[in-house]
């Protein structure tokens, strides 16, 4: 953990850096942190914990007062991660222990020189960590929810799809947990309705790329109306992506 921490450190470019690698590394060293972090053994747990708050705490002086590159992977990382007990059931992620670290997390920030401060010279960080923290919760509470159901398909993917819906404002994370469906109904054969979810995720993509513009975007189809006529419900799709919601 001392490594990693120096790493981020050293070579922050490596991480914060706007360009597909860099996201790329960052989501990664997100979700391996939020994996040790789900550890069953405490001093584990805590370096984990550690080394999560530095990274937030890197990610914020270097980002002039924020860290939301850093918030939106440790988000969509934990997304993924928490949908593991479609192949592993219960043993996929231990979030009795996540839960005690993201507690750990909050005491790290409360004791970091940043929450000391006072007045106009009092940091926001310790403040955004607690909100980030509570909305990892909330993506924990809703997995305990659908492993209640493992063994109840209709249910689960409902629970699924309730989820995958909370989060019309984050393509993203809408994103991941379409292809989360389309994962469990592959593992079950139901290859037509993977297909549907592959569809509204190709929906979303389309839609997504004509509200930012860019290279090559032309070529493409201009809407979700592409699509229609193999499926009318991917008009939702359209909502889904507008400009006002946070992609990246």
Same mark, same amino acid.
């Given at each position: 953990m001392a490594l990693q921490r120096c790493l981020v450190a050293k070579f922050p470019h490596l991480l914060f850096f706007p360009d597909n690698t860099a996201s790329s590394l960052l989501g990664q060293l997100c979700a391996q942190l939020l994996r $040790?972090?789900?550890s069953k053994h405490p001093a584990i747990r805590s370096q984990a914990a550690g080394s999560l708050y530095h990274l937030l705490q890197e990610s914020f002086h270097r #980002? =002039?007062?924020t860290f939301e590159q850093v918030r939106r992977r440790v988000t969509t990382a934990l997304s993924t991660l928490v949908s593991e007990y479609e192949a592993f059931? %219960?043993?996929g992620l231990n979030d009795d222990g996540l839960g005690i670290s993201l507690r750990t997390l909050l005491a790290y920030s409360g004791k970091a020189p940043d929450s000391t401060a006072t007045g106009n010279n009092k940091s926001p960080l310790p403040g955004l960590i607690k909100e980030l923290s509570v909305g990892l919760h909330l993506i924990l509470t809703d997995t305990v929810k659908m492993r209640a159901y493992y063994d109840d398909h209709e249910m689960l993917i409902d629970l699924m799809h309730r989820l995958a819906r909370s989060y019309a404002r984050n393509p993203n994370l809408r994103l991941t947990w379409l292809h989360n469906i389309a994962n469990r109904h592959m593992l079950r054969g139901s290859y037509l309705e993977?297909?549907?979810c592959l569809l509204h995720c190709a929906?979303?993509?389309i839609e997504h790329l004509h509200h930012e513009g860019? =290279?090559?975007?032309d070529s493409l %189809? $201009? #809407?979700?109306?592409?699509f229609m006529k193999l499926s009318t419900n991917v008009w939702e799709e359209s909502e889904m992506a507008c400009s006002r919601c946070t992609w990246r």
């Open positions: $040790v972090a789900s #980002s =002039e007062g059931g %219960p043993s993977a297909a549907q929906a979303l993509v860019g =290279e090559g975007v %189809p $201009v #809407s979700v109306d592409a």
